[in-house]
């Protein structure tokens, strides 16, 4: 079964960049997409965006003047990069796996905390 | 952007009863594309069940959903103790997906 694991800084400065990982292991980061979610604590869940192993990306529309997302097929894994953060940004990151488009999250990281504070 | 509202925000019920958890969509969506999410404090979300009635792995059938077009349920039929989270829907037909608020069902 595949696992799903995320990494980063667990705080950032207003106006930097967050970056995470996610690592996936029990099986190939080829022919899947992979998505980040994140959650403001104590708040609902907010879609990021999603990439395919080829590379081709969906953004939140809200997000995307900031986001880069990539993936790494031979470490299989894939990174989120997201600019200019403000306290607004602060929140749990998830990464999941979609077996393909139009279909549900079907495996999740267990979350990673990342605070925007100077 | 597809805007999804849970309703209700809070359901308190009783072990053994039903809960029945709504989502409406702003604009017409097929059931094939709508998913729902149990999470417990602390713990990420966890796939239930999408589509027409698809459970995710290891999902007992007192899980099932219902709905077309704008208005989707999620029903329980007999609420187990572990049953007790809050449940998040979420529609993945358009390129931009989203999830509604979410609906907390609590012990009575």
């Known amino acids: 079964q595949v696992q799903l694991q995320e990494s980063g800084p667990g705080l950032v400065e207003p106006s930097e960049t967050l970056s995470l990982t996610c690592n996936v292991s029990g099986g190939s980061i080829s022919s899947y997409y992979w998505s980040w979610i994140r959650q403001p604590p104590g708040k609902g869940l907010e879609w990021i965006g999603y990439i395919h192993y080829s590379g081709s990306t969906k953004y939140n529309p809200a997000l995307k003047s900031r986001l880069t997302l990539s993936v790494d097929t031979p470490k299989n894994q894939f990174s989120l990069h997201l600019s200019s953060v403000t306290a607004a940004d602060t929140a749990v990151y998830y990464c999941a796996k979609k077996v393909g488009f139009g279909e549900p999250l079907e495996y999740w990281g267990r979350g990673t905390l990342v605070t925007v504070s100077s | ?108």
Do not use: M
Request: charged share 20%; proline share 6%.
């Open chain 2, 1 to 108: 952007e597809i805007v999804l509202t849970q309703s209700p925000g809070t359901l308190s019920l009783s072990p053994g009863e039903r809960a029945t958890l709504s989502c409406r969509a702003s604009q017409s969506i097929s059931n094939s594309y709508v998913g729902w999410y149990q999470q417990k404090p602390g713990q990420a979300p966890r796939l239930l069940i999408y589509g027409a009635s698809n459970r995710a792995t290891g999902i007992p059938d007192r899980f099932s959903v219902s709905g077309s077009g704008t208005d989707f349920t999620l029903t329980i039929s007999r609420l187990e103790p572990e049953d007790f989270a809050v449940y998040y829907c979420h529609q993945f037909d358009s390129s931009l997906e989203t999830f509604g608020q979410g609906t907390k069902v609590e012990i009575k």
